[in-house]
């Protein structure tokens, strides 16, 4: 059974960064696309945007409103992914989960979701 779990959250000004981690298990990681999606605060579990990906040969993806700022990353050997956020805004706010898939396509329908990790900007 696929376990995921993220930490690397917290409070921090406008302006500061954060590096969020994601740890899987029960799943071979290699050969999986990964992603992180963030739930703003007040929305539901569908409202979720997918704000970076990251296939297994290495191509990226990201939201419009983090490109520039965020960057994805993975390790295979640790089976861990990585969400560098720089510039963070208000905006970027919210509480983040990591999703693994055999195609990006297929983040969206992952459905054994982590604990997630909190991201509180402060002006």
């Known amino acids: 059974q696929v376990q995921l779990v993220e930490s690397g959250g917290g409070l921090v000004q406008a302006g500061g960064s954060l590096k969020l981690t994601c740890v899987a298990s029960?799943?071979?990681?290699?050969?999986?696309?990964v992603g992180w999606f963030r739930q703003a605060p007040g929305d539901s579990r569908a409202q979720r945007e997918l704000v970076a990906s990251r296939t297994t040969i290495g191509s990226t993806s990201y939201h419009d409103s983090v490109k520039g700022r965020f960057t994805i990353f993975r390790d295979n050997a640790k089976n861990t992914a990585y969400l560098q956020m720089n510039s963070l805004t208000l905006e970027d706010s919210g509480s983040y989960y990591c999703a693994v898939g055999p195609t990006v396509s297929q983040l969206w329908a992952f459905d054994s979701w982590g604990p997630g990790t909190q991201v509180t900007v402060s002006p």
């Open positions: 029960g799943i071979i990681f290699r050969q999986n696309d």
